[in-house]
C-alpha cells in the first residue's frame, strides 16, 4: 500500500483553498506553509505569464511529494525524517529533529519543507485545527503530513476536502479501485523533477 | 620559553578569552530567541557557520596531513615543527569545526542523537565520523611526536600514526559529499567538488599554519627559517591555482548555455546580488598567488600577506558555492511568502559573526593553552 496524491492542473483556478484548509487544519504557525499554490511563469503569486495581450495563467500546487525514493530521509543525519513502511508517508518525528535543515538543503522540491526560525506565533490567539496534529516545535523541520491525523481515522487529508474544483485526488496507488489510481487512469500526468531519482507520490494530471 | 615569548602568549590568552566570552554571549542570545537572530532563511538555510564547518574541517585534514608528511617522505627540515601541525589538527580546528556544527543547528541539545541514532545514509553521519577519527588520530599522533622529541620514543614508532593521519587528512574530501551528493544541488552535485574541497582544505591549513609561524617566529617560540616557510607558500600557492582552474570551468560551464537554472546562477555570481563577493574572492585568489610565490624577502612579509589572502580567499570560494546555489533552488516559482523570502543575497548577523569569531577566537585560545602546557617548540 502506498499512498499518493493526484492533482488535475486543468481544474486547479489558484483560489488557494488547499493552502488554507491545510494551514487551519495543522494549525500552522505563522509564515509556516506546508502546501503552496505556486503561479507558474508569472513574476509574482498570482500573475501571469507572457506579455499583454498573450498572457495565460497557470498554477502549480505543491506539497511534501512523499517520495519512494526520498532525498530528505537519506540526508538527515538522525533518522528524524522516514518513511512509513505501512503507507509509504513521509513523516517528520519532531522530538528527533536536531533541526540542521540538512533535508531542506537535500530536497529538490524547495519550500515544502520549513523550519521553525522563531517560537510558534499564530495570527490569532486561540489555536486552531484538529485536536490530533502534533504540537509544532520550536528549532525543528516540519512539513506535511498526508495528515495522517485525519487518516487514522478513515478521513482524506484536508486540503483533499476542501478543493472547490475537485482538482486534488488522494488513495492507495497500489489499488487500482482507488480514487487516485482512477483519476489518473487514461490521463496524461507528469510528476515533479523525476529526473533526480527522488519518484515522487504526486501526479500532476495534465 | 623566554619572558617575552611567556608574556606575549599570557597576553594572547587574555585577548581569546575575551573574544570567546563574547561568542558564548552572542550564542546565548542566539539559543534565547531561535535562529531568527541569524541572517538565515527558508531559501538560504545555511550561512557561515557551515562555511565555518567547512573551513576549519579543512584545516583539521590539512594540518594532519602536512604533519605526516616529513615522517612519510623523509623532510626532516620540517620535523621540528610537525608537533605544533599535529596539534593545531588534533584540538583547536577540530573544536572550531564541531562547534560551527553545535552553534549551526536548532537544538544542540540533542546532538547525542548522532550517537544513538545515526543514519548511516547521511553524509553529515560520515562526517561525524570523520570528524571524531581526526580528533582520536591526531591527539595520538601529537603525543606519539611529543615523545619523540623528549627521546622516549624511537622515530620510526610514528610511521603507522603517520600513515593513518596522512590517509585521515586525504579523506576530507568525504566532507564535500555532504554537498556534492545532493541531486537538489546540480552546481554542487559534481564530481569537481570532492577534488576543490580537497585543494580548498589542504590551501586554507597550510594558509593557517604559515601564519602561524610567523607569529610564532616573531614571539619566539620557534624559530622556522623563511625558505622554509616559502616551500609551504609555493605549495599552498599550487593547491589555489588549481582551485581557481575548477572555478574558471564551474563558471565557463554554467555561463555557456546562455539560459537555464545553471546559467542563472552562475549570472547572478559574476554579475547579480554575489557579485561584489565573487570578485573579491578572485582578487584574493590572485592576490595570495602573486604573494606566495614572489621572491620572499628576508623577512618574508610578502608570504605572511599572501597567507591572509589565500585564508581570505577559501572563506570567499566556500561562502559564495554556497550561496550561489541556495539562492538558485530548482524550483522558483512565485508563491506565497515563506520566512526569509525577499532576500536577493546573503549578509551574516551580527550574531552570526560574534558567534563565529568566539568559536575561531576558542580554538586559537586552546592553540594558545596547548603552546604553553606541551612541548610544542624547539
Not at chain 1, 10 to 26: D, I, L, R
Not at chain 2, 137 to 166: N, W
Request: charged content about 15%; proline content about 4%; some cysteine.
Amino acid at each position: 500500500m502506498r499512498y499518493a496524491m493526484a492533482i488535475d492542473i486543468k481544474k486547479c483556478t489558484g483560489c488557494h483553498s488547499c493552502s488554507v484548509a491545510c494551514k487551519v487544519e495543522n494549525n500552522l504557525p505563522d509564515d509556516i506553509w506546508w502546501n503552496r499554490v505556486l503561479t507558474v511563469g508569472g513574476e509574482n503569486m498570482d500573475t501571469p505569464m507572457g506579455k499583454f495581450p498573450n498572457v495565460k495563467m497557470e498554477y502549480l500546487p505543491i506539497n511534501c511529494q512523499h517520495c519512494e525514493n526520498p532525498a530528505c530521509v537519506k540526508a538527515c543525519p538522525v533518522g528524524a525524517t522516514y518513511k512509513r513502511k505501512e503507507d509509504g508517508i513521509v513523516v517528520q518525528d519532531y522530538d528527533k529533529c536536531i533541526g540542521c535543515r540538512y533535508c531542506m538543503v537535500a530536497c529538490p522540491y524547495s519550500g515544502v519543507r520549513q523550519f521553525n526560525w522563531k517560537k510558534p506565533e499564530y495570527a490569532i490567539d486561540i489555536a486552531m485545527g484538529d485536536k490530533d496534529v502534533t504540537k509544532h516545535q520550536y528549532n525543528t523541520v516540519e512539513k506535511c503530513t498526508f495528515c495522517v491525523h485525519r487518516l487514522a481515522r478513515g478521513e482524506k487529508p484536508a486540503c483533499i476536502e476542501t478543493c472547490p474544483n475537485r482538482a486534488r485526488h488522494f488513495g492507495d496507488i497500489d489499488d487500482p479501485e482507488s480514487e487516485v489510481s482512477k483519476a489518473i487512469q487514461g490521463r496524461t500526468y507528469f510528476k515533479l523533477l523525476e529526473e533526480k531519482g527522488t519518484k515522487p507520490s504526486i501526479y500532476y494530471l495534465t | 620559553m623566554s619572558a617575552q615569548t611567556r608574556k606575549s602568549i599570557n597576553i594572547s590568552l587574555a585577548v581569546f578569552s575575551v573574544l570567546a566570552v563574547i561568542g558564548v554571549v552572542c550564542w546565548i542570545l542566539q539559543l534565547t530567541k531561535g535562529l531568527q537572530m541569524t541572517n538565515l532563511g527558508t531559501t538560504n538555510m545555511w550561512g557561515l557557520y557551515i562555511t565555518g564547518f567547512m573551513i576549519f574541517t579543512g584545516v583539521a585534514a590539512g594540518s594532519l596531513f602536512f604533519a605526516s608528511v616529513p615522517y612519510l617522505f623523509r623532510l626532516d627540515e620540517f620535523k621540528p615543527y610537525c608537533r605544533i601541525s599535529a596539534y593545531v589538527g588534533a584540538v583547536s580546528s577540530i573544536v572550531a569545526a564541531s562547534l560551527f556544527i553545535i552553534v549551526d543547528i536548532g537544538n544542540p541539545e540533542r546532538v547525542w542523537l548522532f550517537i544513538t541514532s545515526g543514519n548511516f545514509t547521511s553524509p553529515m553521519f560520515w562526517d561525524f565520523i570523520i570528524l571524531l577519527s581526526y580528533m582520536v588520530i591526531s591527539v595520538i599522533f601529537t603525543r606519539q611526536l611529543i615523545l619523540v622529541h623528549e627521546g622516549k620514543k624511537d622515530e620510526k614508532s610514528v610511521k603507522p600514526i603517520a600513515v593513518l593521519a596522512f590517509a585521515a587528512g586525504i579523506l576530507v574530501f568525504v566532507t564535500s559529499f555532504v554537498f556534492s551528493f545532493q541531486t537538489a544541488r546540480p552546481m554542487w552535485n559534481t564530481p569537481a567538488q570532492p577534488l576543490s574541497f580537497l585543494l580548498a582544505a589542504f590551501a586554507v591549513a597550510l594558509a593557517v599554519l604559515i601564519i602561524l609561524a610567523f607569529i610564532l617566529n616573531k614571539i619566539g617560540y620557534i624559530h622556522m627559517p623563511v625558505p622554509l616557510i616559502s616551500k609551504m607558500a609555493k605549495l599552498c600557492a599550487l593547491l589555489l591555482a588549481a582551485e581557481l582552474l575548477i572555478i574558471i570551468g564551474e563558471v565557463l560551464v554554467g555561463l555557456y548555455p546562455g539560459a537555464g537554472g545553471e546559467y542563472e546562477a552562475v549570472s547572478w555570481l559574476v554579475a547579480g546580488g554575489g557579485a561584489i563577493r565573487f570578485w573579491l574572492e578572485m582578487a584574493a585568489v590572485v592576490g595570495a598567488l602573486i604573494l606566495l610565490t614572489r621572491q620572499a624577502s628576508e623577512k618574508g612579509g610578502t608570504i605572511l600577506f599572501g597567507a591572509i589572502f589565500a585564508f581570505a580567499a577559501v572563506y570567499l570560494i566556500k561562502s559564495n558555492f554556497l550561496q550561489a546555489e541556495l539562492f538558485h533552488p530548482l524550483l522558483n516559482y512565485a508563491g506565497p511568502v515563506m520566512y526569509g523570502d525577499g532576500a536577493f543575497y546573503y549578509i551574516p548577523s551580527l550574531i552570526e559573526i560574534g558567534v563565529s569569531v568566539g568559536i575561531v577566537s576558542l580554538g586559537a585560545f586552546l592553540l594558545v593553552i596547548g603552546l604553553r602546557a606541551l612541548k610544542l617548540g624547539e
